[in-house]
């Protein structure tokens, strides 16, 4: 169906590498975001892709495959203040006719000593 | 430094209460827009607004009305307030790409 899906959890080690996956069928597509949102705080942009592609901005970087309706966002190096929740959105077309974002559940990250 | 802020903080309501939840931006953007979160859920759009004095809605719309009196505040307003409305509620601004928005810091509301 419709929609964006995200895993719920995902565990790694501080110092190594975190891959969160986001899969996507959307009506229309016109970009899709990452955000990260800690406990009891507001989501925060990290990034946004439209093209396929790696589009690497250091510490966190995007994956995008339209034709899969796949995306990741990768994070190197990590921290333990890399443990939040991450949000895949999808730009998508609404019935009204203007664009608006969809959001995957989040995948909630801990990063492990 | 551009900031959307929210209030109230917390609210707790009762069924069939009216609540009027405020954001205010000073971002300069166009866009304004309400979402909920319900524990372990993604966020919904409720409403949205491109322009002062006009709103659009989201894909939850029912249950709820939203006023944008100016370019810096909108505002979401439950007439009714009913049990299955407690959740946290974002605010958020973007200029016209969308790509981008900038959250509040989120109303918890409580109704019981």
């Known amino acids: 169906g419709q929609g964006v899906e995200q895993p719920d959890n995902l565990m790694s080690v501080e110092g190594t590498f975190a891959r969160v996956n986001c899969t996507y069928s959307?009506?229309?597509?016109?970009?899709l975001s990452w955000y990260q949102q800690r406990e009891g705080h507001a989501p925060v942009f990290l990034s946004y892709?439209?093209?396929?592609g790696l589009k690497d901005s250091g510490h966190f970087s995007t994956f995008l495959s339209r034709s899969n309706g796949y995306s990741y966002l990768l994070l190197t190096e990590l921290q333990i203040k890399d443990s939040a929740s991450y949000l895949c959105?999808?730009?998508?077309?609404?019935?009204?006719?203007?664009?608006?974002?969809?959001f995957g559940s989040g995948t909630q990250l801990t990063v492990m000593p | 430094e551009a900031a959307v802020t929210q209030s109230p903080r917390s609210k707790v309501a009762v069924t069939g209460g009216k609540v009027t939840l405020s954001c205010h931006q000073t971002?300069?953007?166009?866009?304004m827009y309400w979402y909920r979160q319900d524990t372990g859920h993604g966020l919904r759009l409720i409403h949205y607004?491109?322009?002062?004095?006009?709103?659009e809605k989201g894909d939850i719309p029912d249950g709820y009305k939203a006023s944008r009196p100016s370019q810096e505040n909108f505002s979401l307003i439950l007439e009714l307030a009913s049990l299955s409305q407690t959740a946290v509620y974002f605010c958020?601004?973007?200029?016209?790409?969308?790509?981008?928005?900038?959250f509040g810091p989120g109303t918890r509301l409580t109704v019981l």
């Open positions: 958020a601004s973007s200029d016209l790409g969308g790509d981008e928005q900038y």
């Open positions: 959307t009506s229309g597509f016109n970009g």
């Open positions: 892709v439209v093209l396929d």
């Open positions: 959105a999808v730009r998508d077309l609404a019935s009204s006719g203007s664009w608006q974002l969809i």
């Open positions: 971002n300069n953007h166009d866009y």
């Open positions: 607004s491109y322009v002062a004095d006009s709103t």
